[in-house]
């Protein structure tokens, strides 16, 4: 499937349309297209084939049917803590790491 041509003109237009708080958004994503456009060709991680994801998506399924019980358990367990008040809130740094 082909991508729709689109103007410069057609662009600007939309772009006016933007509230000013929105312009350092597009901004930065074109800066971003214009970055990957300019780096070199690099293997797309999520470029798999249909039978790899196939594959992948067989080998979740299993890995989650063999331990349903085990998760099931797991939850419960935390669901009853949780009730019991045995759980204090997740703290995290500025920088979004988990504070210990």
Known sequence: ??????????????????????????????????????????KDDFSESEAEIQADEEQWDQQFAASRDKLRNMAREASEAYRAGRTKPMKFTQKGRLER
Do not use: C, G, N, W
């Open 1 to 42: 499937m082909r991508a729709p041509t689109i103007t410069y003109q057609e662009l600007t237009a939309l772009l006016k349309t933007l509230p000013p708080e929105h312009l350092i958004s597009v901004y930065d994503y074109a800066l971003f297209i214009k970055s990957q456009s300019a780096a070199p060709a690099q």
